[in-house]
């Protein structure tokens, strides 16, 4: 195998043996080059707090970005009235603990094979004034050509937009897939669902923007009902709520 499907294999098989499996499905991977002019553009359409991939890794070369599609139950879990299901709190808890195991584990395997890499925390990244991160995971993922956003700001991706995703920066050059993702937001294509606006408890989303501040006030209280779960400042209504939370193969 090359470089590229060790890559690929090492984190499906991180997924797919895991000791919370079956909470989530089968991973995909994307690949982008760290020279990629939108990386610059975050810097304007993000703010100027986001960083660029050299900013972390001076001799980056390659981004390696990847998605943990939750699992068919999951999703269903959380489709149930205004509060956040239990098994969603979970399975965000134990997903964020999975993409950090797997971007370490990835980082100590490509450092024995001289290939310098360094990553990002899976989620608690942001600013606490601003709630802005200095590295958006789903950008990283849309540039890898993995997905596009939806009205819901999530990426929609192969296997739909709910899970999480994780990034590790390389130094090696890897093969980029050019191939533009497809576009599945219904509203994008045509105005014609309002699904994940409708959903939302907090009427933090609209079709003219976010309001990040309303939607974390959801989470914290959220995060206050499962506290005995861990750090579990989660929602996911308008990801549920989405045609495309799960494709339907």
Aim: proline share 3%; charged share 25%.
């Amino acid at each position: 195998m090359n470089i590229k499907e060790e890559i690929i294999s090492f984190i499906e098989n991180a997924v797919l043996e895991s000791k919370s499996k079956e909470l989530f499905r089968k991973p995909i991977v994307g690949f982008s080059s760290a020279n990629n002019p939108l990386y610059e553009e975050l810097k304007e359409i993000v703010g100027a707090e986001h960083l660029h991939p050299k900013d972390i890794l001076p001799n980056a070369k390659t981004v390696v970005s990847f998605f943990v599609p939750f699992s068919e139950s999951v999703v269903k879990s959380n489709r149930k009235g205004q509060s956040v299901s239990r098994e969603w709190g979970i399975s965000y808890v134990e997903t964020n603990s999975l993409i950090n195991r797997i971007s370490v584990n990835l980082v100590d395997y490509l450092d024995s094979k001289n290939i310098i890499s360094a990553t990002i925390k899976a989620t608690h990244n942001y600013d606490e004034k601003t709630l802005k991160s200095a590295w958006s995971h789903r950008s990283a993922a849309v540039i890898a050509n993995m997905g596009k956003f939806g009205l819901n700001r999530m990426v929609i991706t192969s296997e739909g937009c709910a899970g999480r995703f994780g990034t590790v920066i390389i130094s090696e050059e890897v093969p980029i897939n050019n191939e533009e993702a497809m576009e599945y937001c219904i509203y994008n294509k045509n105005e014609g669902c309002l699904k994940c606006i409708k959903s939302c408890p907090q009427n933090a989303l609209n079709i003219n923007g976010f309001d990040r501040f309303k939607c974390n006030e959801q989470l914290l209280k959220n995060a206050e009902e499962l506290s005995d779960i861990g750090l579990c400042d989660v929602c996911g209504k308008c990801v549920v709520s989405c045609p495309f939370a799960i494709m339907q193969k």
